[in-house]
């Protein structure tokens, strides 16, 4: 269950590309400990939001607070080291590094990087322990497969010891059986005090683990609430399915 205290405030969130307004008055507040899902058509704002919260975008107006801190417009290193760590749509590892350099990069990187090396290479094992990646240390990036890439960069910002993971489709390109394995990954991550934010497309997916989901419409938040009442939300329907007409 989700803490009592906040964790992450969003406020009147408005992020425009020229004439394409991709972002608009957006505005949510996330507990400590919850899942949240975003969800939303192709093109409805999602990335931009996570890209505004996490650094690499600037907002036009409208602040997100950390704790209570204002951390709108710092950029991603600093907000990195604040807590906030997250995955990318497409995966991209350093592909000729092996799998513990890449996560070795994200504890040097992170909260975790005044400690010994000798100290960051035990947590990168921790890391590639939980993520299900032992044994596979030693491999160039490149040589992995999809669900292994994806492994190798959620460990990777595990390794910066976040209090909120920001999770861009993570599924996407998995199987059915992948899928299921991520799902449960998330849940194990929550387990350890982490928030999410997860975008995500596979709908099954997100009502499963989410304790609340928000979807955004061409840049608006148009529903929030809880997976058994979004479902049935007619905007949600509509943003999905489009209004049916009978002749």
Not at 79 to 85: C, D, K, N, P, Y
Request: charged share 25%.
């Amino acid at each position: 269950m989700a803490e009592s205290q906040g964790l992450l405030s969003v406020e009147n969130l408005s992020r425009a590309f020229g004439g394409l307004r991709a972002l608009r008055q957006v505005g949510f507040a996330l507990a400590g400990g919850e899942i949240l899902g975003l969800m939303g058509p192709n093109g409805s704002g999602k990335t931009t939001l996570l890209n505004c919260i996490a650094g690499a975008l600037r907002p036009d107006s409208g602040t997100v607070h950390l704790r209570g801190d204002l951390i709108t417009g710092l950029p991603a290193h600093q907000i990195l080291r604040r807590g906030v760590a997250r995955t990318f749509q497409f995966v991209r590892p350093f592909p000729h590094m092996t799998v513990a350099d890449n996560v070795l990069v994200g504890r040097l990187y992170g909260r975790g990087r005044d400690g010994s090396l000798a100290a960051a290479r035990r947590a990168v094992g921790e890391m590639l322990d939980f993520v299900g990646l032992v044994g596979r240390d030693h491999l160039l990036a490149r040589q992995l497969t999809t669900i292994d890439r994806k492994r190798v960069e959620l460990a990777r910002c595990l390794a910066t010891e976040p209090e909120l993971l920001l999770l861009d489709e993570l599924m996407a390109g998995l199987n059915p059986a992948e899928a299921m394995a991520a799902t449960d990954l998330i849940r194990r991550i929550r387990a350890r005090g982490i928030t999410v934010i997860m975008v995500e497309h596979n709908v099954r997916a997100v009502l499963e683990v989410s304790d609340r989901i928000m979807v955004l419409h061409h840049g608006e938040k148009i529903a929030e609430g809880r997976p058994e009442e979004i479902v049935h939300d007619p905007q949600v329907i509509e943003a999905y399915l489009g209004t049916t007409t009978h002749a």
